[in-house]
């Protein structure tokens, strides 16, 4: 047994049944850079852990009524073929690219982990303004089915591939598309990714990319991880945990850009966590002042009543 896999596995499943986002976008891009697997090894063992992992935090937030049902088995009547699909597709990648496919693959991860962190920062920072028209439930018209089979069959293509993009594409589609209250996004979120990843999982377990030894330490840790996560998820404000984590996205991004080969100035990756920092200080601050300015105006108002 590994301790520090054991130890990644335990902070990763607290981040996934808090917010449903970090899994595979997260211990992926940890196995490659830091423990040196082999990226579709990486990818192949991620989903297999992840497909129990997130599991165990579906079925604790399908007790706690924050799932999404209805909607969770449409987006899987698109995400179950495409992830599928997807990892095939992989597989036809390492064919025609051969000695170059590590190369090709960790860019792809790179692209999909920056496009990650920045929905993810967009729905910590800005989409906080859509609060007004959060429901609890959404009523499954025709559009509505279409638009989550849509969703579905994106999110469940970038997974197969990458075995990223589960949690942060699903959960900012949720709210844009259906206007989810937090709750039910991450519930929602994470019993349909339970659905998808043990599609993909063994789609990439046929294939031989799963290394059960590496999933069993991660599980060690993940799976007790992800239900306190999930039994804190109603507890406990995510925003800012949601911003750290973009930023954590981001950072590893950029540092997988740098191991595929692309020029990446180590400046950029020293800097960018600060300059991360400042916008989020600047939003913060502005949301401070706007929310004083909103309690004054309310003071003033009531003052003046005879």
């Not at 025609?96 to 190369?103: C, E, I, V």
């Not at 020293?270 to 003071?299: E, K, Q």
């Amino acid at each position: 047994m590994d301790p520090a896999i054991v130890a990644f596995g335990l902070g990763v499943g607290l981040l996934v049944g808090m917010t449903g986002i970090g899994g595979g976008s997260l211990m992926t891009p940890l196995l490659i850079l830091v423990f040196g697997v082999k990226p579709i090894t990486a990818v192949g063992t991620d989903l297999a852990y992840g497909a129990v992992t997130k599991t165990v935090g579906g079925w604790r937030h399908w007790r706690q009524k924050t799932v999404d049902f209805s909607l969770s088995t449409w987006m899987a009547l698109g995400s179950v073929p495409a992830a599928i699909g997807g990892v095939y597709v992989l597989e036809a990648l390492e064919r025609a690219h051969g000695d170059d496919f590590d190369d090709l693959l960790i860019l792809l991860l790179a692209i999909t982990l920056l496009f990650c962190g920045v929905m993810t920062l967009a729905r910590a920072l800005f989409l906080k303004r859509m609060h007004d028209r959060e429901r609890d439930s959404v009523e499954m018209t025709r559009g509505n089915k279409v638009r989550a089979v849509i969703l579905g069959a994106i999110v469940g293509f970038v997974l197969g591939v990458t075995s990223a993009g589960s949690g942060a594409l699903i959960a900012v589609g949720l709210i844009l598309l259906f206007q989810l209250v937090p709750q039910r996004v991450v519930g929602t979120d994470v019993f349909h990714a339970a659905i998808l990843l043990w599609a993909a999982a063994i789609a990439h377990l046929v294939s031989g990319n799963v290394d059960f030894g590496l999933a069993g330490n991660i599980l060690v840790g993940s799976v007790p991880g992800v239900w306190v996560g999930s039994n804190l998820s109603v507890k406990v404000p995510v925003a800012t945990l949601r911003t750290i984590l973009a930023i954590v996205l981001l950072g590893s991004g950029l540092g997988l850009l740098a191991k595929a080969g692309v020029g990446v100035p180590g400046a950029v990756l020293g800097a960018f966590p600060v300059l991360v920092a400042i916008v989020i200080g600047v939003v913060t601050l502005r949301d401070r002042r706007n929310g004083a300015g909103r309690a004054a105006s309310g003071v003033g108002s009531a003052t003046s009543r005879p």
